[in-house]
């Protein structure tokens, strides 16, 4: 069955996955002659980073979303597909998605990472992960769910296990919600359930190597770890988890940490698309580029984003999984593929880093420029504004911009609804 794409005389460059990478992408490709089809199995872009806001009710899931329709209105002979693609055959150039097939001249793969729970079969099956909007938004309804379930419980063993909750892994995400959910069981908590006793609420974040967000520099990490200290969460570090049974956690020490809650930000793998043959992946279920994005092996296949790893001595591991990656490969291919129909050269993929950065809570974070780096108030302002001019869409960053300052006065996230499909949530 054909995907309905319509015939042309234009070379045709189909691109799966409209991440940060597949979006600008086809921004870039914009006014040029080629015939563009993107799929995505989603019909609206996600604005990752802020994520954990969502999970902790300070944003709406509509803020950091964004229809695919909508950002493309304007863009002519783009032939946007929400389809899942299960296969894609290199041989004979074709994708093949739920909905039906479409050839390529030209394939993008930028189907982004999903979560790696290291093969661990029971932590996958009770884990909540954070790697979609939806699964921010369950994270949401399961927090509150319980906090609804100790009210009823006369067990003091279940009361504490409800209210605690265990984050794995001490990367941005893990610290940002950490801290989004510390703030929370401060100033908001103890208003909605007066009567729980949330003094007994625990949060442990858990992290296997022996830093806090180690990709950051030692005083960003030394920092953010004080941050959190002085919020009262309770850091592990040099500490793995092995197991969740009967809503404990075990660690590799023997220890067992009681929580019904247990969040995993621990890792990533790629999703990669089925069809591709072993040889052109590699670490992590990445697909190995060349310094031109193209997928080594394959005939007109390119990847970016965090689907791609591009292996030299100076980056053994590839370039890190983030945003601006992504975004910077995308553009430079674009800019390959003009070329390509001026039969001009292609130019290699050089990465700029401009720096990274994790907020911990209110007037406080962590930010490493390449030449400086600085924390606490100045470094929170500097987030926001990173953050919010990052955001697709006018009215979705002022959206945004009022909720923070709202919360910021009130000291309050108005989002706790417990929002389920049926009903009611109970
Ligand atoms: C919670 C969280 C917080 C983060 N915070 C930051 C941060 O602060 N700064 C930063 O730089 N990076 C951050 N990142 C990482 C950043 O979001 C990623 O590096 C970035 O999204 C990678 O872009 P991408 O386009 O490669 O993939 P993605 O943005 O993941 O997009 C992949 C797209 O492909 C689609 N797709 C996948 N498989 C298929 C299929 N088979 N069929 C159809 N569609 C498919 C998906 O629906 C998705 O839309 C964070 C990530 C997470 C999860």
Redesign the pocket.
């Known amino acids: 069955m054909p995907l309905n794409i319509p015939e042309t005389q234009h070379e045709r460059i189909v691109v799966?996955?409209?991440?940060?990478?597949?979006?600008?992408l086809v921004r870039a490709l914009r006014g040029t002659m080629y015939q563009v089809v993107l799929?995505?199995?989603?019909n609206?872009?996600?604005?990752?980073?802020?994520?954990?806001q969502v999970a902790t009710a300070g944003l709406e899931p509509s803020a950091i979303s964004f229809p695919l329709r909508k950002i493309f209105q304007q863009q002519n002979d783009l032939h946007i597909r929400l389809?899942?693609?299960?296969n894609v055959n290199t041989d004979d150039k074709l994708v093949q998605?739920t909905l039906g097939d479409v050839h390529y001249d030209f394939l993008v793969i930028?189907?982004?990472?999903?979560t790696n729970f290291f093969g661990m079969k029971q932590i996958a099956e009770s884990a909540l992960p954070?790697?979609?909007v939806g699964e921010?938004l369950n994270l949401r309804n399961t927090i509150l769910k319980n906090y609804e379930a100790a009210l009823t419980s006369d067990d003091p063993s279940e009361i504490e296990s409800l209210l605690n909750t265990v984050i794995v892994g001490g990367g941005?995400?893990g610290v940002?919600?950490a801290g989004a959910l510390a703030e929370m069981r401060t100033y908001v908590l103890p208003k909605d359930y007066p009567e729980l006793n949330f003094r007994k609420m625990k949060i442990y974040l858990v992290e296997a190597s022996t830093k806090l967000l180690s990709s950051m520099s030692a005083s960003s990490s030394d920092k953010a770890t004080r941050f959190l200290e002085k919020l009262g969460v309770n850091i592990l570090t040099g500490i793995q988890v092995t197991g969740y049974e009967n809503d404990e956690v075990l660690l590799h020490n023997g220890e067992h940490l009681k929580a019904h809650t247990l969040i995993w930000?621990a890792g990533?793998r790629g999703?990669l698309?089925k069809g591709i043959a072993e040889v052109n992946t590699g670490r992590g279920n990445r697909l190995l580029i060349d310094e031109y994005n193209q997928v080594k092996g394959l005939d007109s296949v390119f990847a970016?984003?965090?689907?791609?790893l591009f292996e030299s001595d100076l980056t053994p591991n590839g370039y890190?999984?983030?945003?601006?990656?992504?975004?910077q490969q995308?553009s430079t291919l674009a800019g390959n593929l003009k070329r390509k129909l001026k039969s001009g050269s292609m130019k290699p993929f050089r990465y700029y880093n401009k720096g990274?950065?994790?907020t911990i809570g209110r007037n406080k974070a962590v930010v490493d420029l390449p030449f400086l780096r600085f924390q606490g108030f100045f470094a929170w302002l500097v987030w926001m504004f990173v953050?919010l001019m990052s955001i697709v869409g006018v009215k979705n960053r002022m959206l945004i911009f009022i909720n923070w300052l709202w919360n910021y006065m009130t000291y309050d996230q108005s989002l706790r609804l417990i929002m389920k499909p049926g009903k009611g949530s109970a």
């Open positions: 799966i996955g409209a991440g940060f990478a597949g979006l600008k799929i995505d199995r989603n609206f872009h996600q604005f990752q980073p802020l994520f954990y389809s899942e693609v299960i998605t930028a189907t982004g990472a999903n954070m790697k979609t921010a941005p995400t940002e919600l930000a990533i999703e698309p970016i984003g965090d689907i791609a890190p999984q983030v945003a601006q990656v992504a975004i995308a990274s950065m994790a953050h």
